[in-house]
């Protein structure tokens, strides 16, 4: 049997790795993980309910063809930072070539015109998630289904993360306005907020909050690669990297912040940190070498730094 898919991103020669999994496009790894135990489950060798070989064979190429392929692909911190950044580009393309795209299925047409759309995407994909590999044989069918509706989702975060100064399609006469069976760029709303870069953002400003900075970083990386210019991305990092006693990469990021926004708050205060530091750190060097103290035999600093105070370090 054939494992081709037709419908949704598939139809662009794109892989829809998070419509195999049925997991949302925003998802993160512990939803992912937790959404491919369940499959893997439903299709192993030794936890499969088929009676047919047929049906086994089905379930195993079905697992090791696609299920695998998709966790391996959104699981690991590069190969998904990677697939985002083409899986956007392939969203921008798309919205380029035309000014709508043709859909096939109800849940699909309904989302090009619900007013709350991150909200109907979620529940849509929850509810396709339920049944989508009870049935092997339309198992194929469904994810096509799935990635229309990513592929709904995905263009519309697009339009509205458009610059203005892009040209806007001129209207139809009112006779020929969009119908359900089409995704228009000027039918999206502005959610902006529900954006894939926004939900990073979030989750760094959460992990920041829990001084997780580790995986802070990890967040607004991907953020950067979706979107290189945005400025409070790159102020956000630059805050990590300052908390981390990193001065170099956050000096370079706090400028190019504010070199993108010269209002941003984040970059402003934190450059001035940056300039207060260098500053003390600049006298201490001077009144050490007046007193020809502060270092040892070997002109080794005996002191814990700047930042061991100010973020609560502990001296080596």
Do not use: W
């Not at 439903?42 to 966790?71: F, G, I, M, W």
């Not at 989750?203 to 950067?224: H, I």
């Not at 940190?273 to 040892?296: D, W």
């Amino acid at each position: 049997m054939s494992l081709k898919i037709d419908r949704g991103l598939f139809k662009y020669d794109f892989t829809d790795y998070h419509a195999i999994l049925c997991v949302p496009i925003n998802a993160d790894v512990k939803e992912i993980r937790k959404r491919y135990l369940k499959i893997a489950r439903r299709l192993h060798p030794d936890s499969c309910t088929a009676t047919s070989n047929a049906e086994k064979q089905l379930a195993s190429d079905l697992l090791s063809k696609l299920v695998n392929p998709a966790y391996e692909r959104l699981s690991q911190e590069k190969n998904r930072g990677e697939y985002m950044l083409v899986l956007l580009q392939t969203g921008k393309r798309l919205l380029q070539e035309s000014t709508s795209i043709d859909l096939t299925s109800d849940v699909a047409k309904q989302l090009a015109q619900t007013s709350h759309l991150e909200q109907a995407y979620k529940s849509a994909i929850a509810l396709l998630a339920e049944t989508q590999y009870d049935s092997l044989d339309n198992v194929l069918q469904t994810i096509g289904l799935i990635s229309e509706a990513n592929l709904v989702y995905l263009v519309r975060n697009v339009a509205v993360s458009k610059p203005v100064a892009n040209p806007t399609p001129t209207p139809t006469p009112a006779t020929n306005t969009a119908t359900p069976s089409k995704v228009n760029q000027t039918t999206a709303p502005p959610v902006k907020e529900d954006s894939m870069v926004a939900q990073y953002i979030r989750r760094s400003q959460d992990l920041l909050a829990k001084n997780q900075l580790a995986q802070a970083e990890v967040e607004l990386r991907d953020a950067l690669k979706l979107e290189p210019n945005n400025s409070r991305c790159h102020s956000l990092i630059a805050m990590v990297y300052l908390k981390q006693n990193q001065i170099k990469m956050a000096k370079v990021h706090f400028h190019r912040a504010l070199q993108l926004d010269p209002q941003d708050e984040i970059a402003l205060e934190g450059q001035h940190t940056i300039e207060k530091i260098l500053g003390q750190k600049s006298a201490s060097s001077k009144s050490a070498a007046k007193s020809g103290t502060g270092t040892n035999k070997a002109g080794k600093s005996h002191g814990g730094g700047l930042f061991g105070g100010l973020f609560g370090g502990k001296k080596k």
